[in-house]
């Protein structure tokens, strides 16, 4: 049975991030990929220069429309934008309650451009949190859900991970790659059962674009077709480590690029 996958997301101008890197990862990995976009950007990739909101009661309509229509194997969500589309989000989610849900912390560009509100980061913990079956966080993600300082080691990383399976969350993916000097980028899988790590080289290439937006997607398009989070992640991070390898083949602007989706074939 092909999966069929949701992004609530932003929409990235350059094609590298938000919705267009969701749904080319959902493509690439065999889920039928669907969508409800929260914000329009327009951004390449030397930075984001201007964000428009999508109005809250919109946002839940286009939840709606596909809900109440199609079977909705695995959800995720990314740039949410305000508080106002973070309560939409979490009343379609207790409403419908997907079997899957994926929420990928998004807060800040890569270039530094602010991608949530500052005071919805409280409605973000509060509503969706608890209702996350995986979150994916950068470093500085879970330090803002937290209130606290960036962790700085992996023991700082895992303590982290704990605190934010206190405010609800079924799983924690806390992504390494804010870690300095190492040689590779570790990722903790840590739910109340398991502590795993997940290690890769850090790739020669700057075309970093769209990563954790197409990680969180591999995770939402997977996880229908693996017996677990662990198969899931394990997979996600092999297949992410091709799209970066990849990335320098596409010469795409003349910036930070996005990785290549569809290595595979192209």
Known sequence: MIPHVLTIAGSDSSGGAGIQ????????????????ITALTA???????AVSA?????????CES??????VDALKCGMLANAGIIHAVADVLEAWQPAYFVLDTVM??????????????????????????????????AAALLGEAMASSED?????????????????????GHLADTAESPDWLVTPHVRLRFAAPRMATRHTHGTGCTLSAALCALRPQRDSWQQAVGDAKVWL?????????????????????FHDWW
Not at 156 to 176: F, I, N
Not at 241 to 261: F, K, N, S, T
């Open 21 to 36: 890197a969701d749904l080319k990862t959902f493509s690439a990995l065999g889920a039928y990929g669907m969508s409800a």
């Open 43 to 49: 951004q390449n990739t030397q930075g984001v220069q």
């Open 54 to 62: 999508v109005a809250a009661d919109f946002v839940r309509a286009q």
């Open 66 to 71: 596909v809900f109440s229509d199609i079977r």
């Open 108 to 141: 800040i560009a890569k270039g530094g451009h602010a991608l949530l509100a500052a005071e919805a980061v409280g409605a973000l913990r509060e509503r969706l949190l608890p209702l996350a079956s995986i979150i994916t966080p950068n470093l500085p993600e």
């Open 156 to 176: 700082e990383m895992l303590h982290q991970a704990d605190r934010l399976l206190q405010l609800g969350a079924q799983a924690v993916l806390m992504k390494g």
């Open 241 to 261: 480590g091709h799209a970066l390898a990849g990335a320098d083949r596409l010469q795409l602007g003349q910036g930070i690029g996005p990785v290549h989706h």
